[in-house]
């Protein structure tokens, strides 16, 4: 039997990539504009990395990560989320030392031992955004505005952008009681993840999507009510920000994030058309996380978004522009005209490939239909005693000869008819 790609994973092939590659251009294009550089971590980290930075009562670490020991018995797992290694680089590089906010971004793949489902993989890709060193408001707007510029100028709308505030240090514990307080009297309501999340990390039930939990929810007590001065003031000035930057956005009081180490605002961009699988990106403030991976206390703030979910609210949109491709066909044994035509057209930044192995013209031309192709150059031995081509359309089926001098010239004009 055939060997099959892994559960959860896929090929991504053209013309699809082609999206992809696009958007990457894109993404590191604005992403500059804006002050960020990229980092390219390793795919796999020491397993601690990403227990200690996401948080042990979190699903992932809980039961989704690729986790094995290598050869010498050390346990290594393959990154099911960027933000906790690009931390431990920060740290390992000293980079607080070299710049009072350092802003980085990465395009890459993650690994998650999910049940698969339309628009979750096992392997899926992220896009993400960190900035270290600042706790200024602004950040976290910039950061968001960022993002949305990018999803904006990939034509995207019907887009909603989900803000809340998790508090810090200080006033969630009492929030924390005040929920464990409430949920405790509707224990039985619960399902039994949520048993278990009520006592080690009661925010997550919040996050819950079983119906039964989402009723008990609905009337569970507000984080908003129980924010500090310091984070109140910090969400004001982050919506006063986002207002200054024309975002558009909406207080989601329910809102939390499946992650542990989120501090203040927490964020999410949720596409309408998507079903169940609807947040793109999500992210937000991480103020302690450094710190507690071993670094130097620096404030910190982030987002990913997942580039499955945004090529499948692309669809059929095409963000690169189509390139006519030219086949050159030989028509006999010699090559040599062929590829002295196809090489003048490479030089002139045209697609030009030799169809090297056609034993004929009507081979060749199958050929070509069956890649889906348009142009083809006929450069047989005739055509090179004359100093000529013949230009093909295939869309039509009608063919001219042309001087071999006018080539460029003479495909100038086929392509804009
Ligand atoms: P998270 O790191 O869980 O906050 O996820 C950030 C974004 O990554 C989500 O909004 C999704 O778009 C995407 N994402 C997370 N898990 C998966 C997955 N298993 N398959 C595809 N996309 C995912």
């Given at each position: 039997m055939a060997i099959k790609a892994v559960k959860g994973t896929r090929d991504i092939l053209a013309p699809e990539i082609r999206n992809w590659t696009e958007y990457e251009d894109m993404a590191r294009k604005l992403f500059r504009r804006y002050g960020f550089e990229e980092i390219r971590t390793p795919i796999f980290e020491y397993t601690e990395v990403f227990s200690r930075g996401i948080g042990e009562d979190t699903d992932i670490v809980h039961k989704e990560m690729y986790t094995f020991s290598d050869r010498k018995g050390r346990s290594i797992t393959l990154r099911p989320e960027n933000t906790a290694s690009v931390v431990r680089s920060y740290i390992e590089h000293r980079m607080d030392l070299q710049a009072k906010v350092t802003r980085l971004f990465y395009i890459g793949p993650m690994f998650r031992y999910e049940r698969p489902q339309k628009g979750r993989y096992r392997q899926f890709y992220q896009t993400g955004a960190e900035v270290f060193g600042s706790s200024h408001p602004f950040v976290d707007a910039d950061t968001?505005?960022?993002?949305?510029?990018?999803?904006?100028?990939?034509?995207?709308?019907?887009?909603?952008?989900?803000?809340?505030?998790?508090?810090?240090?200080?006033?969630?514990?009492?929030?924390?009681?005040?929920?464990?307080?409430?949920?405790?009297?509707?224990?039985?309501?619960?399902?039994?993840?949520?048993?278990?999340?009520?006592?080690?990390?009661?925010?997550?039930?919040?996050?819950?999507?079983?119906?039964?939990?989402?009723?008990?929810?609905?009337?569970?007590?507000?984080?908003?009510?129980?924010?500090?001065?310091?984070?109140?003031?910090?969400?004001?000035?982050?919506?006063?920000?986002?207002?200054?930057?024309?975002?558009?956005?909406?207080?989601?009081?329910?809102?939390?994030?499946?992650l542990d180490y989120y501090t203040r605002t927490v964020f999410e961009v949720i596409s309408e058309g998507l079903g169940a699988q609807n947040a793109?990106?999500?992210?937000?403030?991480?103020?302690?996380?450094?710190?507690?991976?071993?670094?130097?206390?620096?404030?910190?703030?982030?987002?990913?978004?997942?580039?499955?979910?945004?090529?499948?609210?692309?669809?059929?949109?095409?963000?690169?522009?189509?390139?006519?491709?030219?086949?050159?066909?030989?028509?006999?044994?010699?090559?040599?005209y062929a590829v002295q035509t196809a090489l003048a057209l490479k030089d002139n930044g045209y697609r030009a490939v030799v169809l090297a192995e056609a034993a004929s013209l009507k081979s060749g031309l199958k050929q070509v239909n069956r890649a889906g192709g348009r142009f083809v150059l006929l450069a047989g031995e005739s055509e090179k005693e004359k100093n000529v081509l013949i230009l093909r359309d295939m869309e039509n089926s009608s063919q001219r000869e042309i001087p071999a001098a006018d080539l460029l010239k003479e495909i100038e004009n086929e392509i804009k008819k």
């Open positions: 968001i505005e960022m993002v949305v510029r990018l999803l904006r100028d990939l034509g995207l709308s019907g887009l909603r952008v989900d803000i809340n505030s998790v508090g810090c240090r200080e006033c969630r514990p009492g929030y924390r009681e005040a929920l464990q307080d409430y949920l405790s009297g509707h224990r039985d309501s619960l399902c039994e993840d949520c048993r278990r999340r009520m006592e080690s990390n009661p925010l997550r039930v919040l996050d819950c999507k079983v119906p039964g939990c989402r009723a008990v929810v609905e009337d569970a007590p507000s984080i908003q009510d129980h924010l500090c001065d310091g984070c109140r003031e910090h969400q004001e000035q982050v919506f006063r920000f986002l207002d200054l930057l024309g975002v558009d956005y909406r207080p989601e009081p329910g809102l939390v994030r499946g793109i990106l999500g992210g937000g403030r991480y103020d302690n996380l450094v710190k507690e991976l071993g670094g130097p206390d620096v404030p910190a703030f982030g987002w990913a978004l997942g580039m499955d979910r945004l090529m499948m609210v692309l669809g059929d949109r095409k963000l690169y522009e189509e390139s006519p491709s030219f086949y050159v066909l030989p028509v006999g044994k010699d090559l040599e």
